[in-house]
């Protein structure tokens, strides 16, 4: 949970990249982040948050499968 990255790309061509260090949202273990401004600028911390619906029994936050929304992504 320290920082990662995430690229998209269709083949060698990067449609959007994502990087991110600790202090964003998502860097407590169990938590993920989501993000909460879809069509905002995505490289900005405040474009995203920490997920609160637990979805496992170990307490784990986020929502897998599941759109991001006001209600698990405030």
Do not use: H, Q
Not at 14 to 41: F, H, N, Q, R
């Amino acid at each position: 949970n320290g920082g990662d990255r995430i690229t998209l790309t269709v083949g060698s061509t990067t449609i959007d990249e994502v990087v991110w260090s600790a202090g964003w949202p998502g860097a407590t273990d169990g938590t993920s982040m989501c993000l909460k401004a879809p069509y905002g600028d995505n490289s900005m911390p405040g474009a995203w948050s920490n997920s609160v619906g637990t979805f496992s029994t170990s307490g784990d936050l986020g929502s897998p499968g599941v759109a991001s929304s006001a209600t698990n992504c405030p």
